[in-house]
């Protein structure tokens, strides 16, 4: 083979792409007794500069399941596409939605048949269980979870996870002799915690800004609808009328 | 094999690079971000600049000059009376590099009888950064990591006695220690957008708001820059600073206070150790003490309060 010889003397080369990116950002959500908040930022970046100041990272999947998505924001667009197709095709095939565990099961393992090529999003999934009660359930990029009461991720997971350990789960405070600390928070204490965490994290994380959107997922019969009322510029998204009921409030972040 | 000898010490380098290998990397530094915009107009110039502090992506500082050593923090630094220094990138190297100008400028001064120029005044960074550079690009490479970069922008003064001067002057200097007079020149892209309009500016107010509106799209749209304006107009007699031009960062309220209940804070243990004996009281005289005016006049006991 002619063509062979003449490059013998050449060095094989290696050619690399790198698919991934990191657009900045960050997520949490909190479940609540009959209700779950899950929330995010609309800033995204790349290296220095700011792509958007409004590309959402939170997305209402069913009435009684909200998804966040962070890290690489193509890959976390297309898992949500994807995340709510199959949503669609068990809707086709069963006539309800799909309860929140399932989901959670399913994008587990959505994530690890990507295990070699792993979509780059770490995402948390809020809503409201078949018992009535507040989830929220958190992934790793390749599919391990767990649920939990509370869960911050992103570029400030390490600013904002300490405050809410504090603040949530009471770590490192003792309580009152003869008292203890209540296991949920009601969403009157929820929603400010909410709003610092990210006032607080665009203070010191350049990532972090321009917007926040809080999505708040509401049990059948939830005592947490009365103290909803007062809330400036909500927005209601509920779409079915199985009972469970979604919201929407938006506030301004700094935007330097 | 022969070491070479060279003028550069580079064992620290070997141990560095070893360090480094053994993931322990040298330590980051504090970047004093980077959106300064000059802009001449008649025989004045108008410098900015903004207030955020950075350490990888942690704000380090938001408001650098209110704190109590504002020229310390400053990003606009004293060079002398009619010229200042802007700086940008790792905050311990830009005031170490400017630290020495003042006073070498004011002996310059003495000793030439002549108000100092402002092309003299890039000689001192100039050289200081060209060895820096030797020793940081060798020994810091990971520190580095090209990003490197002080861009001391001069401000100028124009009444230089001499014909030679040409009215208000500002210099680039790369980290390199490489110089230019160029009339142009900022990091950020987005502060050159601006770049255009001042070419023909005649009035101080339009070359303060097109400074303004650099500064401001550096903030915006620069995530290492943020915060406030600052910035000082100087002439050929005076330099006028001119802090809190805007301030659109505000801190916004909190929803919640943080108080911590007393007795929040987990303790095992209570053990009160007493340093000082409570002073025996004896009262001599026959006065009434509780009239805070006899107590006064009188010698009081010693070790207690008079009252």
């Given amino acids: 083979m002619p063509a062979m010889v003449s490059s013998i003397s050449q060095q094989p080369t290696q050619q690399a792409f790198n698919p991934y990116t990191e657009n900045g950002g960050t997520i949490l959500a909190i479940a609540g007794a009959d209700f779950s908040v899950i929330a995010g930022d609309t800033r995204q970046s790349e290296g220095y500069s700011i792509q958007t100041r ?27 596409k994807k995340v709510r197709q199959r949503l669609e095709w068990y809707r086709h095939a069963h006539a309800k939605d799909m309860p929140i565990r399932a989901i959670a099961r399913l994008i587990q393992t959505m994530l690890y048949a990507r295990r070699f090529f792993p979509y780059y999003v770490y995402n948390i ?51 009152a002799p003869g ?61 079915t009328t199985d009972g469970e009921r979604v919201f929407v409030i938006r506030r301004d972040l700094k935007k330097d | 094999m022969a070491v070479q000898i060279s003028a550069v010490a580079y064992r620290s380098s070997y141990r560095n690079n070893s360090l480094a290998g053994r993931e322990l990397p040298l330590p980051k ?17 108008v410098l900015g600049a903004e207030t955020r502090a950075t350490g990888d992506t942690t704000v380090a500082g938001t408001n650098c000059k209110k704190t109590p050593r504002p020229k310390l923090h400053s990003k606009i630094h004293y060079t002398t009376e009619s010229i200042r220094c ?82 208000p002057r500002f210099f680039t200097i790369h980290s390199h220690g490489s110089s230019d007079n160029l009339a142009n020149g900022f990091r950020k892209l987005d502060c050159n957008g601006c770049i255009r309009k001042w070419l023909g500016t005649r009035h101080r107010k339009e070359a303060r708001n097109i400074v303004k509106a650099a500064i401001a799209a550096g903030i915006f749209k620069d995530l290492d820059s943020g915060s406030d304006i600052e910035g000082c107009i100087i ?44 002073d025996q009281v004896t009262l001599t005289g026959d006065d009434d003490m509780d009239t805070p005016h006899s107590s006064l006049a009188k010698p009081h006991i010693m070790g207690t309060a008079p009252f």
């Fill in chain 2, 86 to 167: 802007c700086s940008a990138e790792p905050a311990a190297d830009t005031e170490f590099t400017t630290a020495p100008i003042p006073s070498n400028m004011e002996f310059h001064a003495l000793q030439t009888a002549r108000k100092p120029r402002v092309v003299t005044t890039t000689t001192t960074p100039t050289q200081m950064l060209f060895s820096f550079d030797l020793y940081f690009r060798i020994h810091f490479m990971l520190f580095m990591s090209g990003k490197y970069r002080h861009q001391g922008y001069t401000g100028a003064d124009l009444v230089l006695r001499g014909t030679d001067s040409p009215g």
């Fill in chain 1, 179 to 239: 008292s203890s600390f209540p296991k949920h928070l009601p969403l009157t204490s929820v929603l400010p915690l909410v709003i610092d965490s990210f006032t607080s994290a665009t203070e010191r994380h350049i990532e972090v800004g321009d917007g926040l959107e809080i999505y708040v997922v509401l049990a059948k019969n939830s005592t947490a609808l009365q103290s909803l009322q007062s809330i400036r510029g909500i927005q209601e998204v509920t779409t």
């Fill in chain 2, 235 to 278: 002439t050929s007699t005076h330099t006028e600073m001119l802090k809190n031009v805007e301030m659109p960062n505000e801190r916004v309220q909190k929803e919640r206070h943080y108080n911590f209940r007393r007795g929040t804070t987990a303790r095992k243990k209570k053990h009160v150790k007493k340093f000082a004996e409570d």
């Fill in chain 2, 29 to 45: 530094a504090t970047s004093t971000a980077t959106s300064i915009h000059p802009c001449p107009f008649r025989d004045e110039i």
């Fill in chain 1, 54 to 80: 409004y590309a959402p990272k939170v997305f209402k999947l069913t009435d009684k399941a909200v998804l966040a998505v962070n890290g690489f924001a193509a890959d976390g667009n297309m898992f949500v």
């Fill in chain 1, 125 to 175: 999934l809020g809503g409201i269980e078949e018992d009535g009660t507040g989830a929220v359930y958190s992934f790793d990029p390749v599919g391990s979870y767990e649920r939990e009461a509370c869960r911050a991720a992103g570029a400030a997971q390490s600013l904002v996870q300490p405050f809410l350990d504090n603040q949530i789960y009471f770590k490192n405070q003792q309580p």
